[in-house]
C-alpha cells in the first residue's frame, strides 16, 4: 500500500543527517558567495541598467560621452531634439532643406537604437537599394571618423554597391531596402524612410507598413516583447514636395495626431536655421542661389515649403 513517506523528497526525508554532498537535495537554496566573492559585473548590475536606461532615453548625451576631445561633432540644440525625438516618439516626420544634415542625425539614432536594443533590426529605406546603401555607406564613414570609440560597437561593416551590412557587439543590425515591391516579406523591427516624399499611399500600406509588424523580443529566458519599446516605429525624412500628394496629407494627419498625443512629432525647419549655427552654406551664398533659380525650386529644397501645382 502507497505510503506518504514515498511521495516525500529526500529533504523532507531527512531532517538531520544531510551531509551527502553528492546528493542534490541536500543542497542549500542560499547563495553561499559572499559580497566580496560577487564579480564585478553582477555586483553593479544596478548601475548598468541605469547606465542603459538614461542612455536610451538621452541619446544625445551618448554621443557626447563618446565624443573625443578633439575633432567629432559638437551637437547643436536642434540638432538634439531631432536625435530626442526619433528615440522616444513611435513615429517622427522630418522636413528640411538640402545641407541641414537630416541623413546624419538619422544614422546616429539608427547606430543608437543598434547599441542599446539587442538583437533589434533597422533599416533605412529610399527610392532604389543603390541610393540607400550609398547614404548609409557615407554617413558610416564619418561617423566612425567622428566617434572613433564607435567602432568597439561593431563587429561587421560590409557594403557594395546596393547593399550595407552594420552588425554591432549587441546583436544588432542595420541594412538597407528600397521603396518598391522588391521589399515586399522582409521582416524588420524599425524602419527610416529616406525621401519619403516621393512615396505614394499604396506602396506604403502594401509593402512597408507591414516590415515592422513582428516586434523584437528581450534577450533572456523568458523572451519577452517589452510594452514600453518603440516596436514597429516608422520615420519619415525628406524635403518638401507638392501640395496633394500622399505624402503631404500624412504630414497634415501626423501633425494632427501629434496635437492628440498620439505619439507622433512633425519637425521641420528652412535653410535659415541651419545658417543660424553656422552649419552647410552661408546665408550669402544661399540668397545668392535664392535669386538665381526658380522660385519653385528654392521652395522646395530650401524653404521646406510644400508648393502647389499648376
Keep these: 500500500m502507497s505510503s506518504y513517506s514515498n511521495f516525500q523528497s529526500q529533504n523532507a526525508k531527512n531532517k ?26 553582477t555586483k553593479n548590475l544596478d548601475k548598468y541598467s541605469d547606465f ?20 567629432g561633432i559638437r551637437l547643436d ?11 522616444r516618439f513611435i513615429s517622427s516626420y522630418g522636413v528640411f532643406p538640402r545641407g541641414y544634415g537630416k541623413t546624419l542625425l538619422e544614422i546616429m539614432g539608427m547606430y543608437h537604437a543598434a547599441i542599446f536594443f ?5 533599416s533605412m529605406t529610399a527610392q532604389t537599394r543603390e541610393n540607400a546603401a550609398k547614404l548609409v555607406d557615407e554617413k558610416h564613414r564619418e561617423l566612425t571618423k567622428f566617434y572613433p ?18 552588425l554591432f557587439t549587441s546583436g544588432g543590425r542595420i541594412d538597407c531596402l528600397a521603396n518598391n515591391q522588391s521589399t515586399k516579406g522582409a ?10 516624399a516621393q512615396l505614394n499611399a499604396a506602396l506604403f500600406d502594401d509593402v512597408l507598413e507591414p516590415i515592422v ?31 496633394g500628394t500622399d505624402e503631404f496629407e500624412r504630414n497634415i494627419q501626423m ?9 507622433k512629432i512633425v519637425l521641420g525647419s528652412d535653410w535659415q536655421l541651419a545658417c543660424e549655427f553656422g552649419r552647410g552654406e552661408t546665408k550669402a551664398q544661399l540668397l545668392d542661389k535664392k535669386a538665381k533659380l526658380s522660385p519653385t525650386f528654392f521652395a522646395l529644397n530650401y524653404e521646406s515649403k510644400w508648393v502647389k501645382s499648376a
Excluded: C
Design 255 to 263: 501633425v494632427d495626431d501629434m496635437a492628440n498625443l498620439k505619439g
Design 187 to 196: 521582416r524588420r523591427k524599425r524602419l527610416n524612410v529616406e525621401e519619403a
Design 16 to 41: 538531520n543527517d544531510r551531509y551527502d554532498i553528492y546528493n542534490s537535495a541536500f543542497n542549500s537554496s542560499v547563495e553561499a558567495k559572499g559580497q566580496t566573492e560577487v564579480d564585478n559585473f
Design 52 to 71: 542603459v536606461s538614461w542612455a536610451r532615453w538621452h541619446p544625445d548625451l551618448f554621443w557626447d560621452l563618446i565624443t573625443p576631445e578633439t575633432g
Design 118 to 122: 539587442p538583437d533589434i533590426e533597422i
Design 149 to 166: 570609440l564607435l567602432k568597439n560597437e561593431i563587429t561587421k561593416y560590409s557594403s557594395s554597391k546596393d547593399s550595407v551590412e552594420v
Design 213 to 243: 509588424n513582428v516586434p523584437r523580443r528581450t534577450i533572456g529566458r523568458q523572451a519577452l516583447v517589452n510594452p514600453e519599446e518603440l516596436n514597429g516605429s516608422i520615420n519619415f525624412f525628406t524635403t518638401s514636395w507638392y501640395r
Design 77 to 87: 540644440l536642434d540638432q538634439r531634439i531631432f536625435l530626442r525625438s526619433i528615440a
